[in-house]
Nanobody, 129 residues
Framework: LQLQASGGGLVQSGGSLRLSCAAS????????IGWFRQAPGKEREGVAC????????YYTDSVKGRFTISRDKVKNTVYLQMHNLKPEDTAVYHC???????????????????????WGQGTQVTVSS
């Protein structure tokens, strides 16, 4: 099971990027997929996820309204569309397949990587002010 994240780059504050998470060896819609990021000196954080059964999505507060996670089953790829980027979004972004998701009623309240989650090589996002 392999994942490859791509689409990162250097953009100015307010700009946009679309990250892609492509899978090989398995259908991505077998798993919930999450995007994580880690900035230098900071802990890794879950940014967004999409559940494979319900299609429910989750965004951490700092990216709500700016980031959108989506899935293309034909291309076996999950995307993270990022708008209105800010310098604090600068980080290495990774995608993971197979998550531990916490639910409240029918809403995702947070998520983490499952112990055996596939973890792709990251892509650097740098936002200049």
């Amino acid at each position: 099971l392999q994942l490859q994240a791509s689409g990162g780059g250097l953009v100015q504050s307010g700009g946009s990027l679309r990250l892609s998470c492509a899978a090989s060896g398995f259908p991505l819609d077998y798993y919930a997929i999450g995007w994580f990021r880690q900035a230098p000196g900071k802990e890794r954080e879950g940014v967004a996820c999409i559940d494979n059964i319900s299609g429910s999505t989750y965004y951490t507060d700092s990216v709500k309204g700016r980031f959108t996670i989506s899935r293309d089953k034909v291309k076996n790829t999950v995307y993270l569309q990022m708008h209105n980027l800010k310098p604090e979004d600068t980080a290495v972004y990774h995608c993971a397949a197979d998550l531990d998701i916490n639910w409240s009623d029918s809403s995702i309240i947070n998520f983490t990587r499952a112990p055996d989650a596939a973890w792709g090589q990251g892509t650097q996002v740098t936002v200049s002010s």
